[in-house]
């Protein structure tokens, strides 16, 4: 079991960051610009998940908390 599921910054926080802002880029603008720019933002998020992944956590739990505190820092 887990023992400490605490979130510190490290490996995917840089494309966590830059997915929040191509995501919120991305609800400005219209048409397929904005499908595009909405998917590389999801890509990035690979990054981290496989990170996850690879340490044994739970991935989707960590990228949830991940989103949480990268949607609590202001620009």
Request: charged share 20%; aromatic share 6%.
């Amino acid at each position: 079991s887990l023992q400490n599921d605490s979130v510190v910054a490290g490996g995917g926080a840089i494309e966590m960051e830059l997915s929040k802002f191509l995501r919120d880029y991305s609800r400005t603008i219209p048409g397929k610009q904005q499908l595009l720019i909405g998917a590389y933002a999801k890509a990035l998020e690979i990054i981290p998940r496989q990170l996850c992944d690879n340490a044994g956590f739970d991935a989707t739990n960590i990228l949830n908390k991940l989103r949480a505190k990268h949607a609590q820092v202001g620009p």
